[in-house]
């Protein structure tokens, strides 16, 4: 796979892959599903559009009041002292006034009220003096004041959303709006994950010396699940040939994405190679990021696969740079998602260069509203207390040294991610 793409200008001089050139690799030959189904407005939470919506009709459809007050005509405004209008009915919310209207008049109109026709300015119930049906107004008021018109929101014939709109619960709400009860949106790509390592057990079950338990198929699980994708977890699979082999012919006949983690590294790399080369194409990289060095990348019969490193830490990390993009990629978004911010670092920080760094660090914003971050404290690639405790990568560019308290350094948080 990798032979077709010609980025290897990117590459760091150590013969490891940065992590943009990895990126870029990866989201190359991936393309958007293709099927589209149509869902109930509150079922396409989370998923794409994959067709335009375009309004049918203007929100707000009617000049309506942007105040619980008085509407009236803009020529009985005094242009000084006071003026005193005659009351001669009520607008409220969905129950516009329809009787006629003179000069000289006005009507009691509560917030989203239908304004007439004739009338164009809204005062504040506040700003009126009210005796009986008799109110009096002061000069100090402008033609059209708390006056909606419509289509001033979305006009009839906008686009409301394009296609690859990712729809949040702003969407939801917008789209109810238009009064459109359904939409077509594309599929959830499906996704098959497994564990791989002979060391491995199920949280609930008894360990043995030498055994942990599986805490990848839960990280995987988690962030999966925030990504809106249909899932298939295929459990803990053993470091024997013939149950990773069925493994991957399973994952690869029904899923967009398989996504596996252990296995990758020096130690067995090999042997999971040989497994996947015989049903798929998968190059094995060394990127130069900390942690997560081993990353498999390929395809493996219609899906494609990453094999993620198996210290916690690492599966976490490399799901973040690598295997999110992929996910909206083939969901078909078009929002950029990741943004990052440059604040000051409190800790000290030490680092040695060669490879682009994911620290841990906790972004906090003090009384006067400025951001920090500081360290979770211990940043082996088993530490997941360290993500727990994490609310942002602290990423250190791969040239970078120590960092010394007080330095500015640029912070990924994890909410602006999944
Ligand atoms: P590997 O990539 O298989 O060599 O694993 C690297 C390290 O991650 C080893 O210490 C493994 O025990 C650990 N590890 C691998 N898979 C998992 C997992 N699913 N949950 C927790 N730790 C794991
Ligand atoms: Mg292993």
């Given at each position: 796979m990798s032979d077709k793409l010609n980025i290897d200008c990117c590459s760091q001089p150590s013969g490891l892959l940065s992590v943009e050139a990895a990126r870029q690799r990866i989201l190359e030959p991936i393309n958007p599903v293709t099927e589209n189904e149509t869902l109930e407005l509150r079922h396409a939470l989370g998923r794409t559009l994959a067709e335009a919506v375009t309004s049918s009709l203007d929100v707000p459809s009617y000049k309506n009041s942007a105040m619980d007050g008085y509407a009236l005509h803009s020529r009985d405004l005094p242009n000084s002292g006071s003026?005193?209008?005659q009351l001669i009915g009520t607008s409220l919310a969905g129950h516009p006034y329809d009787g006629s209207i003179e000069p000289g008049s006005a009507i009691r109109i509560m917030t989203g009220a239908a304004v007439p026709d004739d009338y164009d300015t809204v005062i504040m119930q506040e700003q009126v003096e009210r005796s009986d049906e008799i109110i009096t107004i002061s000069s100090d008021h402008c033609?059209?004041?708390n006056v909606r018109y419509p289509g001033e929101d979305i006009k009839s014939g906008d686009i409301a959303g394009d296609i690859g709109l990712t729809i949040r619960p702003a969407e939801l709400g917008l789209l109810a709006?238009?009064?459109?009860?359904?939409v077509?949106?594309?599929?959830?790509?499906?996704?098959?994950?497994?564990?791989?390592g002979d060391e491995l057990r199920e949280a609930g079950d008894k360990l043995e010396a030498g055994q942990i338990y599986d805490s990848n198929r839960y990280t995987l699980y988690g962030m999966l699940n925030k990504l809106d994708v249909e899932m298939e977890d295929l459990g803990i699979i053993p470091d024997q040939p013939e149950a990773i082999e069925r493994a991957f012919r399973e994952a690869g006949e029904r899923a967009d994405i398989v996504i596996t983690s252990g296995g990758v590294s020096v130690g067995d790399a090999d042997y999971v190679k040989q497994?996947?080369?015989?049903?798929?194409?998968i190059d094995f990289w060394k990127i130069a990021m900390k942690p997560g060095k081993p990353l498999a990348f390929g395809a493996l019969?219609?899906?494609v696969f990453f094999g993620l490193p198996g210290n916690p830490v690492s599966t976490m990390a490399t799901f973040y740079q690598f295997v999110i993009p992929a996910i909206r990629k083939l969901k078909g978004e078009t929002a950029e998602k990741i943004w990052t911010l440059k604040v000051p670092c409190h800790s000290k920080l030490n680092k040695r260069p060669g490879r682009t760094d994911f620290q841990r660090g906790v972004l906090q914003s003090s009384a006067d509203g400025s951001l920090s971050v500081h360290t979770t404290g211990l940043q082996g690639s088993h530490v997941l207390s360290s993500m727990s405790k994490a609310n942002c990568f602290i990423v250190l560019p791969a040239e970078s040294g120590n960092i010394e308290a007080g330095s500015m350094v640029e912070v990924q948080p994890f909410e602006s991610m999944l």
């Open positions: 003026a005193n209008l033609a059209g004041e709006s238009l009064g459109i009860s359904d077509s949106v594309k599929r959830r790509p499906k996704v098959v994950f497994f564990s791989t497994t996947l080369e015989q049903f798929g194409s019969g219609k899906s």
